[in-house]
């Protein structure tokens, strides 16, 4: 089996930062990539950022510049620096691991942005 445990979320008032973390572990010997993504209340999923296991990252254009993705190969977690947080960003952020053929996906941590 494979866990992915996720922290780092809470409230935080607009303006302020947050560092999201996610640590994969089990039966996971290879890990392709790994991403954040966060779903809002009424919302679909949406992609944050993701990083390769050789560094690369991709955002999309609409989270460039604020959203800041990072990964640590030998304990197998990634994570997400968010800056000058709004009260749009308020969300369920999702950690995401690709090995192989198979995706597998964090229960999620909240962040609530207060104005």
């Known amino acids: 089996q494979v866990q992915l445990v996720e922290s780092g979320g809470g409230l935080v008032q607009a303006g302020g930062s947050l560092r999201l973390s996610c640590a994969a572990s089990?039966?996971?010997?290879?890990?392709?990539?790994m991403g954040w993504y966060r779903q809002a209340p009424g919302k679909q999923r949406e992609l944050v950022a993701t990083?390769?296991?050789?560094?690369?990252?991709n955002y999309p254009d609409s989270m460039k510049g604020r959203f800041t993705i990072s990964g640590d190969n030998a304990k197998k977690t990634v994570y997400l620096q968010i800056d000058n947080l709004k009260p749009e960003d308020t969300a369920v952020y999702y950690c995401?691991?690709?090995?192989?053929?198979?995706?597998?996906w964090g229960q999620g941590t909240q962040v609530t942005v207060s104005s």
């Open positions: 089990g039966s996971i010997l290879v890990i392709n990539a």
């Open positions: 995401r691991v690709l090995s192989g053929y198979s995706s597998y």
């Open positions: 990083i390769t296991n050789s560094g690369s990252t």
